[in-house]
Structures are given as structure tokens and as C-alpha cells.
């Protein structure tokens, strides 16, 4: 990588500053070949290409370019993994000056994995700074809850936990039996026993309060009742599961007092707080992790996505030091020990502090927030926007004094988004609420640019709907 500033090392990492469509309409002729293709041979399990129809080639910072020659400004970051980007030369070269690194290590120690784990410490907030044991596991985040659920059950003796509404924490069976989508959820009964679902305080969608201008505390109070209730028929839980901000469930972002006495209220119970950072930790939100947001701090946390550097697969929970319970191979996985990740997530480290990667987000999302407050301002369908650091979410609903969900709307908006550049996600308790991850290196022209595609295909989205509903 050539020597750059601060201030152009971010423009540099893209292969564009915007989307450009070449073929005549999408998906191009290249991208429908190769999806026959898939057809015939991949299963039918296969989802994004249902709703998003490309053929990858290649990818460079926030853009990604398609078999047939188009370019997408890539908002979806392969489900929140490139935080730094597709493709960060920062981070190739660095593996590489690592020379011949076994590609997986088991538990083996290697230097690499060694510099990894302290340099990993270091970026922990105060409160759990050289407090904490790395466990790795499998390379996937579901992995990592299956492994923080486990150690809690060992370390209490207990088994039920609570997990909240509007949870996803990935899709093995002890994850999946904390996730709380019905349809994830009736694949494949019965899960494990013991899970207890709460609510979650979402604020635009508070279950509790009539008025909810303001937070009251109430679904904190009903915690408290299932915990101390001898009648609750909640078996003393061995730990509470919560994403600091619910990702998959519609970004939705608690009130930082909930966040912080749902935290109080379990220590004083005696159970463990486990903090799923897949989707929100390694810098997402702009810190380390959501919960820095909060005073909350919890006993065990999962990372998995952003923290193998390049979108290679690691993931490893933190948990405290006096948790380490657990008899050796207690929970193994043939790859954790993943140099090439380790040596990505290391460069990932040293890239964010060398460049102010937390200062960047602030900058750049702060305005798309703005931008996004505005277009909600005069759209007809976006009842609430919510953002922290670059994981934002639109939810669409009817009308905005019922919030009833609008989940039509948004398939034909996520469609007018990739057929003019945009690839987006889609969450949300109803499927209503576009989701941007983009990459936390985006530029503000390469952002501006996926707004303004999005800008417009709200505007057509609704006249769509507005002269359909008039015909009707
Ligand atoms: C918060 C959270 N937990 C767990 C997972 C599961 O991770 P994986 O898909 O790598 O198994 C995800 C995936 O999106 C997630 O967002």
C-alpha cells in the first residue's frame, strides 16, 4: 500500500465513489447464467439471491462489481463482515508479511494467534481490560454463543436462560433456541429446553407503555417479577443473552438505562450477563462494542464477523477470568485456530488505530443520520429511523400514527435499490425495516451516493404503491 495521510487513506480503499450499472437492465446476462447454474446444484435453502440477484466477481472497499461488469455501493458488507472493506490492502499485505502461516492451528500457540489475543485485550474497554480469557471455537458466530451458553451452564450448574424478543443469535441448535423468530424457530422443534423469551426494549415498539415518548422502566420491573416470583415458572436462569443492539431484529437500540438495570438486575440474582457483539462488536457502533454506549458490563461476550480483519472466519468469546472453569476440551472445533483471520483481525487493529477508524464513523454517520431523519421527514412510509455508528435501520410502516408494518413495501424498495446500485438487508420483528451495515471506511461521497439511489427508490416505491392504491 502506497504511503497515505489520514485524510485520503479512506478514499483510497474503493473501487469506485459510486454504483454504475452497464448492462441494459439487472440482473445482466452473465448473473442469470450463473444463477441457473446455482439452481440446478445449490439447495433450495438458499435466500439472498432470491431477493438480490447477482453474481459476485470481485469486491474493493465499499464497492462491489458483478460478473456482467456492474458496480453496487455494497450497504449489506456480507452480513456486517467487511468492516474495513472488501479486499483492504492494508490488511492483504500484512498477512502476507507474515509469510508461510499455517492456515489452521488448532490450539497451538503461534506468535500470531499469542499478538492476537493481548492485542485484542488492549482494545477492551476499561472495565473488563485484562479481565477477561479468549475462547475460540468453530469459526462462526453461532459457534461462539453455542460456547458462552455452555460455560454459563457449567459455571452456575444451572440450565434455563433468558433471551429477549426480536433476538437472533445464529442458527445451531443452542443458538437457535435463543433466537425468537418463529420461522427459524418451527424448522426444527424441539429446541433446547429452558429458553425464556422477554421483551426487549425497542422503543418505537414498546409492548408496555401506551405513551412512550420516554422510557418507564416497566419492562425492567416485569425482569424483575419473572426473577423473584416464586410462581414465574422461569427456573433461576443460568444467564440472560442480549445483543447490546438487536441487528437481525430490526436494529433496534435500547434505552441505555435498560441496557445497564437489566444488567444490575441479573447481577443481583446471581446470573450471568452474556453480550452478543457478533453484529454490533469490532467497531461497528463506533466503539469497540455497543455496550461502551452504556455502563452496562457484561461476564461473557461473543465476537464473530468483523474481528477476522478481511471477512475471514473467527469467532471467540471473552469472559471473565474467574469464570475459566471449564475441564480442557470442553468445547472444540477442528478450525479455531485460523492463522490467516488472526493475522487479518491483528492488521484490522493496528489499520483502525493508525487511521482513527471510531472518528471516521462518528463523521460519516452522523450525516447519513441526518440525511436519513430528513427523508423520513417527507416520506409517506418511513415511520422511524435508528442508527449507531454504521448500523442503521429504516422501518417502514402504513401509517405512521398505527405503526402497522409495511413489509410489501419493503421488497419493492430492497428491488428498486439493487436495480439502480444499492444492495441493502433486510430485518426487522416484521420484515419492515431496511438495514445498512456499510463498511465503517465508507467515504461521505461513496455514502451520499447509496443515499441518494435510496432517496430516489423511496420515492418511486411509494408512487408505485400510491397509484396502485388509487387504481384499486
Ligand atoms: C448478533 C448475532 N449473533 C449471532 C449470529 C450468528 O453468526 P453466524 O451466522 O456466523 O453463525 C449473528 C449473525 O448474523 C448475529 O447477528
Known amino acids: 500500500m502506497k504511503n497515505h495521510t489520514k485524510n485520503n487513506i479512506f478514499a483510497s480503499l474503493h473501487a469506485s465513489s459510486g454504483a454504475e450499472i452497464v448492462t441494459e437492465s439487472v440482473p445482466g446476462p452473465k448473473s442469470i447464467s450463473l444463477m441457473k447454474r446455482q439452481e440446478e446444484i445449490e439447495s433450495n435453502n438458499r435466500s439472498y439471491p432470491r431477493e438480490i440477484p447477482i453474481a459476485f466477481q470481485s469486491g474493493k472497499g465499499a464497492i462491489i462489481e458483478d460478473v456482467d461488469g456492474n458496480r453496487f455501493i455494497d450497504f449489506l458488507s456480507g452480513c456486517g463482515v467487511f468492516n474495513l ?95 425468537s423468530k418463529l420461522l427459524h424457530r418451527k424448522a426444527a422443534p424441539p429446541l433446547i429446553p429452558g429458553i425464556h423469551f422477554l421483551p426487549f426494549c425497542s422503543p418505537y415498539r414498546c409492548p408496555f407503555a401506551n405513551a412512550h415518548s420516554s422510557y418507564s422502566g416497566e419492562c425492567i420491573r416485569y425482569f424483575e417479577f419473572c ?22 431484529g430490526g436494529t433496534y437500540i435500547p434505552t441505555r438505562r435498560w441496557l445497564e438495570q437489566i444488567t444490575e438486575v441479573a447481577r443481583r440474582n446471581g446470573i450471568l450477563v452474556i453480550f452478543d457483539e457478533i453484529q ?30 478481511n471477512g475471514y472466519p473467527l469467532s471467540l468469546i471473552l469472559y471473565k477470568k474467574e469464570l475459566d472453569v471449564w475441564e480442557p476440551g470442553t468445547h472444540i472445533g477442528t478450525f479455531r485456530g485460523n492463522q490467516i483471520a488472526m493475522a487479518a483481525g491483528l492488521a484490522a487493529f493496528e ?6 477508524v471510531p472518528q471516521h464513523v462518528l463523521d460519516v454517520s452522523g450525516e447519513m443520520k441526518n440525511k436519513l431523519e430528513k427523508i423520513k421527514e417527507s416520506s409517506r412510509y418511513i415511520g422511524d429511523v435508528r442508527a449507531s455508528g454504521m448500523i442503521f435501520g429504516i422501518e417502514l410502516v402504513k401509517n405512521k400514527n398505527t ?70
Open 227 to 248: 426473577l423473584e416470583n416464586p410462581y414465574s415458572g422461569i427456573d433461576k436462569p443460568a444467564a440472560i443473552i442480549i445483543e447490546p443492539i438487536q441487528g437481525e
Open 85 to 179: 472493506g472488501h479486499n483492504n490492502s492494508f490488511i492483504t499485505e500484512a498477512i502476507k508479511s507474515r509469510g508461510d502461516l499455517l492456515t489452521q492451528a488448532v490450539d497451538f500457540p503461534t506468535e500470531t494467534k499469542i499478538e492476537f489475543m493481548e492485542r485484542l485485550n488492549l482494545a477492551l474497554p476499561e472495565t473488563i481490560r485484562n479481565k477477561m480469557k479468549v475462547n475460540f471455537g468453530g469459526p462462526t458466530g453461532s459457534d461462539a454463543v453455542e460456547s458462552a451458553i455452555k460455560l454459563a451452564r457449567i459455571v452456575t450448574g444451572r440450565h434455563s436462560i433468558i433471551a429477549f424478543q426480536g433476538g437472533y443469535h445464529g442458527m445451531t441448535m443452542g443458538a437457535l433456541s435463543v433466537t
Open 351 to 356: 489499520f483502525i488505530e493508525k487511521y482513527n
Open 403 to 472: 405503526k402497522e408494518p409495511f413489509p410489501e413495501a419493503i421488497k419493492v424498495l430492497r428491488k428498486l435499490c439493487y436495480e439502480n446500485g444499492l444492495i441493502v438487508e433486510v430485518g426487522g420483528y416484521y420484515d419492515n425495516v431496511v438495514r445498512f451495515l456499510p463498511p465503517l471506511t465508507i467515504t461521505k461521497e461513496i455514502a451520499e451516493n447509496g443515499l441518494r439511489i435510496f432517496t430516489d427508490a423511496n420515492k418511486e416505491m411509494e408512487n408505485l404503491i400510491t397509484s396502485s392504491d388509487t387504481r384499486r
Open 280 to 309: 454490533t462488536g469490532f467497531y461497528r457502533t463506533g466503539k469497540m462494542f455497543a455496550f461502551e454506549h452504556t455502563g452496562a458490563v457484561p461476564d461473557i461476550v461473543t465476537m464473530s464477523k468483523g474481528i477476522g480483519g
